[in-house]
């Protein structure tokens, strides 16, 4: 059988030090809507490292 594994949620932090920012730009990216993949969870906000990654090869990433 072969099953893909879930790939886990990650925090606001963690995906800050993933992106090489600081958490406090992630949040005015978020609050700007540019179109980051975040997900609200409950209060916090969640990432996933893949989507992430899609997001910068896509270019919509780059300030304008």
Known sequence: MN???S???ISI???AEYLGVKPVT????IKK???IPAHKIG???KFKCSELDNWVK???SAMK
């Open 7 to 9: 790939e886990n949620w």
């Open 13 to 15: 932090e963690e995906a």
């Open 43 to 45: 209060k916090q906000w």
């Open 3 to 5: 099953e893909k594994i």
């Open 26 to 29: 992630l949040r005015s990216w």
């Open 58 to 60: 896509s270019g919509k």
């Open 33 to 35: 809507d540019n179109g």
